[in-house]
């Protein structure tokens, strides 16, 4: 297992699983953790900053980063492009840090591919019902948005097989700390 490899984890699942808040919850825990910003195209929802929350770049400065070759991965997910700076993964792993990748299942496959040796977890709802009543408590899309989500829901959930491990988010702290230890386990 080379140095890259050994320090990078991916978490996916479907959007209101609540991947973003076990992460954080992570961060609190455990210093040796950093997330990777991920860039996206998507529209900054209030709350969010820049640089912080996602690096949020034109269409046209995405696709200029990727015919450059500047992204580890990338996909169109509901009508926007997201993707992973290489320049965010080996700054943070040569710094020491074990870097978390938020990223949906078609990037997961294709970190595996380059970092065959990293740690892929699914993080999974405890049910369809619980995942668009979150989405909905969110409050931050229309009815065509979340429909739009749970549609893409029950398609990533088909490769939760594809995943080291598969954890479900029942309640966020003891989330976090199964993702902790099953990193320690595999170190």
Do not use: H, W
């Not at 991947?19 to 825990?29: A, E, F, R, S």
């Not at 996206?40 to 912080?52: L, N």
């Not at 200029?64 to 991965?73: A, I, P, R, W």
């Amino acid at each position: 297992m080379n140095n890259i490899d050994k320090n990078i984890i991916v978490i996916s699942g479907p959007s209101g699983c609540g991947k973003d808040t076990v992460v954080k919850k992570i961060l609190q825990i455990d210093q040796r953790f950093v997330l990777s910003v991920s860039a996206t195209t998507r529209e900054r929802r209030p709350i969010e900053k820049d640089g912080i929350d996602y690096i949020f770049l034109s269409s046209q400065d995405f696709i200029q980063k990727v015919n450059d070759g500047e992204f580890l991965e990338y996909t169109l997910y509901c009508n926007n492009y997201y993707g992973t700076l290489k320049q965010q993964i080996e700054d943070k792993v040569k710094a020491g840090k074990v870097v978390v990748l938020v990223i949906e299942v078609e990037g997961a496959q294709n970190v595996k591919k380059v970092y065959p040796n990293c740690l892929t977890i699914f993080l999974a709802p405890p049910s369809l019902e619980e995942l668009e009543r979150r989405l909905r408590n969110r409050n931050t899309e229309d009815d065509s948005k979340i429909k739009q989500r749970m549609f893409k829901a029950s398609e990533e959930l088909g490769f939760k097989s594809s995943y080291d491990y598969i954890v479900e988010n029942n309640e966020v702290e003891e989330c976090a700390k199964s993702i902790i230890n099953i990193f320690d386990s595999e170190k």
